[in-house]
């Protein structure tokens, strides 16, 4: 198990299933790709690398979206699974993301036979409020939770089953192109998410903070925090200045009548 303890897999399955629970119920988003990559890595003692591998891997999944109930991959899962390899095995960083990237690329399957079954779910759903029997609805209900829970359990807990040994035996029939292709996909797909990231954003309107931020942390040498809360003093005086400008253009607009 990857030299890991039952309470640890206990817990890293727990935070994995109440991520499933809240994207299929109420969707509060707590746990992020980079909130349960450092949970993961507060369960293992190393929070470090569990940020790390969350943010790259949240940057990669930027921009991916099951819309219309379309099946995507699952990045969560390869954060997760990436996170614990990362730590527990001397690869690091790199055959994390070589063995959890492809598990969440084979959740796709998983999460196309779960909406197959929901739909079968549904089916009895009405037939049991046709009968009256509405009890019955609660039942297939929580049916379809449970499996939406349970595939993105599954993965987690079947590398966790095999553990070192299914790490070794991918790697060793893994083709060395492959593994070199994943080592750079995982350092072109967290600037293509980035880019995905500002192409959404007003850029072109406030490309002067943008330059600001490059300066400070390219050649003045500002961490990545002390850029953030930068960026978030400018992002409070901008709201301030609309504030006022507002204020100011009713103030004129009574004045005027």
Same mark, same amino acid.
């Given at each position: ?13 727990? =935070? ?9 119920? $109420? ?10 990559? @450092?949970?993961?890595?507060l369960v293992l003692g190393d929070v470090p690398t569990g940020l790390y ?19 995507? $991959? ?19 960083y790199e055959m994390g993301l070589t063995i959890g990237l492809p598990v ?18 549904? +089916? ?6 046709? +009968? ?17 829970? !349970?595939?993105? *359990? ?6 966790? @089953?095999?553990?070192?040994?299914? @790490?070794?035996?991918? @790697?060793?029939?893994?083709p060395e192109f492959l593994y070199k292709g994943l080592t750079l996909a995982?350092? =072109?797909?967290? *600037?293509?998410?980035?880019? =995905?990231?500002?192409?959404?954003? $007003?850029?072109? +309107? ?13 050649? *003045?040498? =500002? ?22 400008? !507002?204020? !100011? ?9």
């Amino acid at each position: 198990m990857f030299g890991c303890n039952f309470l640890q897999v206990l817990i890293i399955l727990v =935070i994995v299933g109440l991520q499933a629970w809240d994207l299929n119920g $109420p969707q509060w988003m707590l746990i992020t790709n980079i909130g349960g990559a @450092v949970l993961v890595g507060l369960v293992l003692g190393d929070v470090p690398t569990g940020l790390y591998v969350g943010a790259t891997l949240g940057l990669m999944s930027l921009g991916v979206v099951g819309l219309g109930g379309a099946s995507v $991959p699952n990045y969560f899962i390869s954060t997760i699974i990436a996170t614990v390899v990362a730590i527990k095995s001397t690869g690091g960083y790199e055959m994390g993301l070589t063995i959890g990237l492809p598990v969440g690329m084979l959740f796709v399957y998983l999460d196309v036979l779960q909406k197959l079954a929901c739909g079968v779910f549904a +089916r009895n759903a009405e037939a049991a409020i046709d +009968r009256g029997e509405y009890e019955k609805v609660d039942l297939w209900a929580w049916v379809g939770e449970i499996t939406a829970i !349970a595939k993105n *359990v599954l993965p987690v807990f079947l590398v966790f @089953v095999f553990g070192q040994g299914l @790490v070794e035996a991918l @790697v060793n029939i893994m083709p060395e192109f492959l593994y070199k292709g994943l080592t750079l996909a995982g350092k =072109i797909l967290p *600037v293509t998410g980035m880019a =995905i990231l500002l192409n959404y954003m $007003p850029v072109k +309107r406030h490309f002067t903070y943008l330059l600001i931020g490059f300066v400070a942390y390219a050649y *003045v040498g =500002i961490p990545t925090l002390g850029v953030g809360i930068l960026g978030a003093a400018f992002a409070y005086k901008a709201w301030l200045d609309g504030q006022n400008k !507002a204020t !100011a253009q009713v103030a004129g607009g009574m004045e005027d009548e």
